[in-house]
C-alpha cells in the first residue's frame, strides 16, 4: 500500500501563488505516476496534473502555463506550484499515486482546501 500526505493549500487572492506538496510512504517502488487531481462543489474530480517516475508530465488545459508539476524520487515527493490563480482554481486538491500497470490512481491523500478568493 502507498499513503499520501499532502501540505499547502489555504485562501488566495486572484492572480496569485500557491505550492502543494505531497509526500508518499509505503510500498513506493511500485509507484509510476504521482500527481494532483481537483474537485470543486458540484462537479466531478479532475486530473490536474500528473508525472511519470520517468519525468513524463500531463497537464489539465485548464491550468497548461500556469502551473509547474515536479517530483523527487529520492524524497518520494511531488509538488504543485500554482501560479496566476482564478476563482474558477477553487477546489480540494487531491494527491494521487498510480502503480505500474495501473490505468487508474491508487491511492489518495485526505485532500487539501484551495481557495481564490479578494
Known amino acids: 500500500q502507498v499513503q499520501l500526505v499532502e501540505s499547502g493549500g489555504g485562501l488566495v487572492q486572484p492572480g496569485g501563488s500557491l505550492r502543494l506538496s505531497c509526500a508518499a510512504s509505503?510500498?513506493?517502488?511500485?509507484?509510476?505516476?504521482m500527481g494532483w487531481y481537483r474537485q470543486a462543489p458540484g462537479k466531478e474530480r479532475e486530473l490536474v496534473a500528473g508525472?511519470?517516475?520517468?519525468?513524463?508530465?500531463n497537464y489539465a488545459n485548464s491550468v497548461k502555463g500556469r502551473s509547474t508539476i515536479s517530483r523527487d524520487n529520492g524524497e518520494n515527493t511531488v509538488t504543485l506550484q500554482m501560479n496566476s490563480l482564478k476563482p474558477e482554481d477553487t477546489a480540494v486538491y487531491y494527491c494521487?499515486?498510480?502503480?505500474?500497470?495501473?490505468?487508474?490512481?491508487?491511492?489518495w491523500g485526505q485532500g487539501t482546501q484551495v481557495t481564490v478568493s479578494s
Open positions: 509505503g510500498n513506493i517502488a511500485s509507484v509510476n505516476t
Open positions: 494521487y499515486a498510480q502503480l505500474f500497470g495501473s490505468r487508474y490512481p491508487d491511492a
Open positions: 508525472i511519470t517516475r520517468g519525468g513524463f508530465i
